[in-house]
């Protein structure tokens, strides 16, 4: 195993003796006091106690202090422990989404990114796909990319129940051994590929924005926001297969579908054991309010405290009708009660990544920006110019939004009609 | 009825910023609280506890010692007791072995009913704790609640869907992650504020706990942070200023591109 467990040596210089359990130490006789390490820590782990650097039970053993110390005063030491036998894993697949009989477009997005990621592994791409009387769908996957689909059709997989889709995910896995598989970072996909990562034993990245494979390597590097978005980190999973990351809707692009493109359909057995569910499927009830779903949505205009209160809510709808636009809130709009928290974008709210946002009355706190700052183009309305939203706008107009609103639907109606 | 809510003590991540010259966070003066998700968990266990008329609610958390503050918030609602997970050993855990500390603690506790946690926490934003215990003590699960009703030994659950929600009957023994939706946490009252000053807290380490020490911290990990930087800025875009007869046709300009499809 000691080939798995040189590529298991982090990117940082580590002891490299064997041990059975990490540990992290300050030398003492080189810590020269500077304080690199403090403000390098990120949990606020290690503090100057007498001119020597401590380290405190908070610590993560993260080892950024160790990259940052220029003393080489501060020593990791990482325990390796055999890994699984990395080169059984091979193929990238993605976890399809379905419900009701209807694909979801991150799963296409999934391929988009998964062809490109096998054909740099040299390595085939498969879909998996769960449900009832699916088997139509099937070739869809293929047209968008994937060599291979495993499908297992099923009654009781008729809707989304996490023991059983869990289990299914994890035999399956388990049976053919890739070393990547993607899945939507969906409700569904959120709510169920954890479980499976924790029932086959492996690393799970959430909400990855990058995925790529390390040069001359098989890793896969899994980038990532983290603190509300400020803060971007890159993940690997060296010891544990499949390596496994949630992508969020409209982070990757789908491949435009090739109906000449064939592969192969695996219909799976699966023991009838694994389909049973204690948990029991009432009904779905439809919210009719939100007639567009706005992380799915192209278009967005969402409205903020700026607005002054629910009675002005329809410059929003306005706009949004005048353009094809869904819309949408910020937290303060919803937390005053002038619209429902399904239309809420923000890190505690939905993200969206649109080719439009417009952004009116909403100064911008980190918190939303991390629900939004994906869009192609993002417009802001505000009175205020030091409003931090005129930030990570593409265009914005500082001025009134019960002014500039009207105007621009009317202007944009006018011109939707040419 | 036995109710366990779990709580991530957190960073308040509207305050974190990034140094751009040295790549590290600032967190002077950042204070810690409650994940926000959480406190609608703690609120739901109350209600549940109200609603069944008996049983207790317990709060668990795994973290350094500090995290002692957020228990006692958590007692100052109405809590019963809590519970710290906190040993050298769990340092570096990933949701991996967070998970099998969190499941091996709630082992610990002996027969539970309903589990509780938010539905992710703001620093981390994996949402992958909730179903991973869940996966490890071999219970049902349901994310992302959004209203619970308590009928004898089962539960009616709302799961917030994209575009809806499903009704979902659930037997316990069962995990639920909620949203914020499911209710409006309550503010301590006085008298708990003193109760839980002086309660005290069952710190339990990994030689209290029925585990293995390879699959503790970051030796049981199995993902690893390869690095750390700062997010690119986008670029400073236009900003029209003074009239709006002047400023509306300008951005009317820019926008029609985009709104036909014309741009890259």
Redesign the interface.
Known sequence: MTCSASRAA??RSTDSGEY???SIEVVQDRCVGCGLCV????Y??IEMVDGLAVI?????????CVD?CKFDAIVLR??Q?DAVSLDEYRGVWVVAEQ?NGELNDVSFELLGKGRELADELETELSAVLLGSSIAGMADELIHRGADRVHVVDDPALL?????PY?NVVAELITRHKPEIVLTGA???G???I??V???V???????CTGLAIEDGGRQL?QTR????????????????RPQMSTVRHKVMSALDADTSRTGEVVDETIDPGLLT???????????LT?TV?I??AD?IVSGGRGLGGPENFHLIEELAGA?GGAVGASRAAVDAGWIQ?SHQVG??GKTVQP??YIACGISG???HLAGM?SA?????INKD?DAPI???????????VF??LP??TR??KG??AE | MRIVVLIKQVPDTTEVRIDRETNTLIREGVPSIVNPFDMYALEEGLRMREAAGEGTVTVMSMGPPQVEVALREALSLGVDDAVLLSDRAFAGSDTWSTSYTLAAGIRRLGEVDVILCGKQAIDGDTAQVGPGVARLLGIPQVAYVKALTLEGATCTAERMMEDGHDVLRVPLPALFTVVKDINEPRLPSLKGKMKAKKAQITVWGAADLDVDPVELGLDGSPTRVMKIFAPELKAGGVVFEGETSETVPRLVEELLPVLRGETQ
């Open positions: 982090g990117p059975r359990v990490s403000s390098a820590c990120l606020d782990a405190n039970d908070n610590c993560t053993l993260c080892g950024a940052a990482q325990a422990h419900r809707n989304f129940l996490d023991e869990a969906t409700v569904l959120r709510s169920l954890p479980r990562a924790v029932q034993k492996t690393g799970l990245t959430a909400d590097l926001p983290a603190f509300g978005g400020n803060i971007m980190a890159t993940i690997i999973c060296p010891n544990h569910s204690r948990v029991e499927f009432v009904e779905f009830v439809k919210d939100q779903n992380a799915d278009v353009i928290y890190q505690t080719k439009l706190a980190v918190q700052q192609k183009v993002i417009v802001a110019p005129f930030k990570v706008a593409t265009f914005g107009i500082v001025g009134d002014e500039v105007a621009l202007a944009l011109s939707a």
